[in-house]
């Protein structure tokens, strides 16, 4: 989960710092970095002597890079050291490998802080740009991102000997900001309870989306939570549509021990839930879970079905259930779906098989609707509540 964005925010630090890789290095294949520390070209090489301290910081092996460090006493950021980095720094990098400036490499050898130049702050934003749209975050999102990030770098003092470090605080920081703004969705079990305190009953939730995306194991997953806290439910078969979905929402309520209210195959969903919510009444349920029949924003038919179960049972909370994997397609369906009924909130599922993850950054900052839940498996206790800790925890490299 996350681990593509992960890697990618990784790789886009390292190949930043790794930039001062010397002149032989950045001209071969790329060394990884745990043998870069052995590389004849960087202890034989003085001018480097950055480079090992860098790496060392990220190996977490200083100690065996110390002896080459005493090497380095430029007589002047011009002088003889200074010639040599430019030797290196005037050979043509291998081609993606971003370089910091002379001075940078200067200031990185005598001072314990620096600070990026303009080019420079280009040149790793460029990279960090790629990283999240390759990793589903919205192109809008993606530049937010980098324009917080960019403002941050230009004051950003960043540890020399720990450039790597001081960079990925940069991107956390942006991160941070960007699901900060986005819009907290509400927590549906304090909902509940709060309506069991008001005794204002049923709770009606409907969940739409595609076919397939996990509306009906979500319906599970969340009806198995309320029987856990010893808040009653009943499961509405309102997907009549596709072939053993009724058996399915069956098969969920049966395991989990819930009554379900079913029909037959083509019967109108929308009376179906209308039953659910009858039998909620009369039984004293708590609360009505709607499943429905998996719809394309384009299935003229399928949207007006829906909108009549809207009317009919009025639900207190609709969510859309969706799958991270599906990239921007999602950001697309819940704006078409959002013209026809009021989506309250999102959950994101099959995070569990979503190396990209990015629709879990973007995705409410692209619709303007709160993710609620992440959906990390098929398992009934597979679903993580939304927050902005868990999203950053996830992708953000160690
Ligand atoms: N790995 C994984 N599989 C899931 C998740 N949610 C649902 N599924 C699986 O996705 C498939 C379709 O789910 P289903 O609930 O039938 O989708 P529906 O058509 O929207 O009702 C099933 O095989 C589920 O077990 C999830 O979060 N992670
Ligand atoms: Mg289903």
């Known amino acids: 989960m996350f681990d593509g964005l992960k890697k990618k925010l990784a790789e886009a630090v390292k190949t ?101 130049n303009e080019r420079e702050i280009d040149d790793f934003l460029e990279q960090i740009r790629i990283s999240l749209l390759q990793s589903d975050v919205s192109f809008d999102v993606t530049e937010t991102i980098v324009a917080d990030m960019k403002s941050r770098l230009a004051e950003a003092d960043i540890d020399s000997k720990n450039m790597a470090a001081g960079l990925l605080r940069v991107v956390k920081g942006a991160l941070a900001d960007v699901l900060a703004r986005s819009k907290q969705g509400v927590d549906i079990y304090s909902y509940v309870a709060e309506r069991i305190r008001s005794n204002s009953l049923p709770v009606k939730m409907l969940f739409i989306g595609s076919n397939g995306t996990g ?46 209210i079913k029909s037959r195959y083509g019967a109108d969903p929308a009376s179906i839930a209308f039953d659910a ?18 719809r394309q924003e384009t299935n003229k038919n399928l949207i007006n079905e829906m909108q009549k179960i809207v009317r009919v049972a009025q639900p207190d909370i609709t969510i859309f259930v969706g799958e991270s994997t599906a990239g921007s397609v999602i950001a697309e369906q819940i704006r078409e779906l959002s013209k026809f009924v009021k989506i309250d909130g999102i959950i994101l599922t099959k995070l569990d098989c979503d190396a990209r993850g990015g629709n879990a950054i973007s995705i409410s900052n692209a619709t303007g609707i709160p993710i609620l839940f992440f959906g990390v498996g098929e398992a009934y206790d597979a679903l ?15």
Request: net charge positive; charged share 20%.
């Open 215 to 260: 509306k009906t194991t979500t319906i599970g997953k969340i009806a198995y939570r309320l029987k856990a806290g010893g808040v009653s439910c009943v499961m509405s078969a309102s997907d009549t549509f596709r072939a053993a979905a009724i058996e399915q929402t069956e098969y969920h309520a049966n395991r989990i021990g819930v009554p379900v």
């Open 384 to 398: 993580i509540p939304y927050s902005p800790e868990f999203v950053i925890n996830s992708v953000m490299p160690n």
């Open 16 to 116: 930043f710092v790794k930039s001062e890789a010397p002149a032989a290095q950045s001209a071969s294949a790329p060394v990884p970095r745990d043998e870069a520390p052995s590389h004849p070209g960087v202890d034989a090489a003085p001018q480097e002597a950055g480079r090992p301290a860098d790496t060392a910081a990220q190996s977490q092996n200083t100690e065996a890079i110390k002896p080459t460090m005493p090497d380095v006493k430029p007589a002047s950021p011009a002088g003889g050291d200074g010639g040599r980095q430019q030797v290196a720094h005037d050979k043509k990098p291998k081609e993606g490998l971003l370089k910091l400036s002379l001075s940078t490499k200067v200031k990185k050898v005598f001072s314990s802080a620096i600070r990026l």
């Open 277 to 294: 919510i009858a039998y909620a009444k009369a039984h004293g349920i708590a609360v009505v879970l709607m499943d429905s029949a998996g």
